[in-house]
């Protein structure tokens, strides 16, 4: 069966007796493996009982290709319920799980880590097709409403409340990858645990407390792409294409990070443009422009009027599709397009 995303995080905490095999799959490897760890909690505890789990690989199969069937059909010696963690299968295994979803043998959950699948993938259909015995969870790094969860519910289990400023700016700063996030918002936790206490407001995370923590995070470097791409800096947009698909990001986080700030110059134009005043219109953005960033910003807001934004904007968004379903090179898709309105910006700062 699908499991929708609202679903997954329920079905996962809870898993029914009925579901034997889980699988899942999507571009943020980090909740991927919070939720094979969630669906393993449930079953097994919070100890992982040795007799009660079995954790197997790729090499594992290959060696012995019925293992899966083995441990999967295999009773515990302390009794309960078993789970079988399964990881780093090559492309070439996916058959042999899809002929296990024939048979399912035995009561354990097995609980299978893929890579970024797409949709169609033959596996993904497998899954989906094998009825109420086995799920199919599409990991999805963090939209604006579950990433807020997030913040809320890290910062929260360590006792701190967050003001809406740096609400803002962690949610337009992390949400690449379930698992940097959390560990991003934990050092936030531990700086409020070392500093707070010698001010007031200890137990608030303020914008400054964010922005001294989360700065240097990964989608910092995202901010410098995008920052490249408006200025029309070519050198450093190549600089910073390359660092940040040497760090994980997939093609569709290039397009959105670049789309985000687009976005902000499109409303700190229009908000300058009302007032006359373009210091004003960047104080009313939410979350603010980062001070360092301040005068890069303003110079392309002179560079970029109101269409112009509005049509890259909808070329991003066409682009983002176009990674999704033509199965042209993804990587190829976006830098082509980065390259191209970089270039347009580039075009704009020449003297006429």
Known sequence: MQVKPQQADALLKAPPAALRAILLYGPDGGLVRERAKAARTAVLGSADDPFRLTELTGADLKDDPTRLADEAAAL???????????????????????????????????????????????LVKAFEAAGP?????????????????????????????????????LAA??????????????????????????????????????????????????????????AGDLPGLDRALKRSLQEGATAVGLLRAVARHFQRLHLAVGLAAESGDADAALKRLRPPVFWKQSAAFKAQMRLWPPRSLAAALARLLEAEADCKRTGFPDEALSARLLFELARQAAARRRPR
Do not use: W
């Open 76 to 122: 515990a010696f302390t009794g309960g319920r078993r789970v079988v963690a399964l990881r780093d299968l090559s492309e070439t295994q996916h058959r042999l799980v899809q002929d296990f979803l024939a048979s399912l043998p035995g009561e354990a959950l097995v609980v299978l880590e893929a890579g970024d699948l797409p949709r169609r993938a033959a």
């Open 133 to 169: 015995e086995a799920a199919a969870v599409a990991c999805y790094r963090d939209e604006a409403r579950d990433l807020g969860r997030v913040i809320e519910e890290s910062l929260g289990a360590a006792g701190l409340a967050v003001t809406p400023d740096a609400r803002a700016y």
């Open 173 to 230: 700063n992390l949400g690449g990858d379930r698992l940097l996030t959390r560990r991003e918002l934990e050092k936030l936790s531990l700086y409020k645990g070392v500093t707070g206490s010698d001010r007031a407001g200890g137990d608030r995370v303020e914008l400054e407390d964010a922005m001294a923590v989360v700065g240097d995070s990964a989608a910092m470097g995202l901010d410098d792409l995008a920052l490249s791409v408006a």
